[in-house]
């Protein structure tokens, strides 16, 4: 069983500011960000159209976050589910409103 390792930003992180750019891999991960977002509401961009990106993203927009996702693959998780269950996911997420950035690098 291998467990998934998150990438990191390829850029340098502003100093100070620990709280603006997290990992989302498990449940404690989960309920800073939810904690974040009770303190403090503001536009989030979730790096990466995978499923746990995804799933991130629509549970933001729904909790009435602006909700950004990037990737640089030109559908969401296209190579997981297809072209056309990919094509459905970009399809729902911005009839809620977020916004797809596909085919864009961080």
């Given at each position: 069983h291998r467990r998934a390792t998150p990438r990191?930003?390829?850029a340098p992180v502003e100093e100070g500011v620990?709280?603006?750019v997290l990992t989302l891999r498990t449940a404690a991960d989960t309920a800073r960000l939810r904690g974040l977002l009770a303190q403090r509401?503001?536009?989030v961009v979730v790096a990466g159209a995978g499923l746990i990106g995804n799933e991130t993203a629509g549970?933001?927009?729904a909790a009435g976050a602006s909700v950004?996702?990037?990737d640089p693959a030109r559908r969401?998780?296209?190579r997981q589910v297809g072209a056309t269950v990919a094509d459905w996911i970009?399809?729902?997420h911005r009839a809620v409103?977020?916004?797809l950035r596909l085919g864009t690098r961080i």
């Open positions: 990191t930003l390829p620990p709280d603006r509401a503001g536009p549970v933001l927009a950004t996702v990037v969401p998780m296209a970009a399809r729902t409103g977020v916004d």
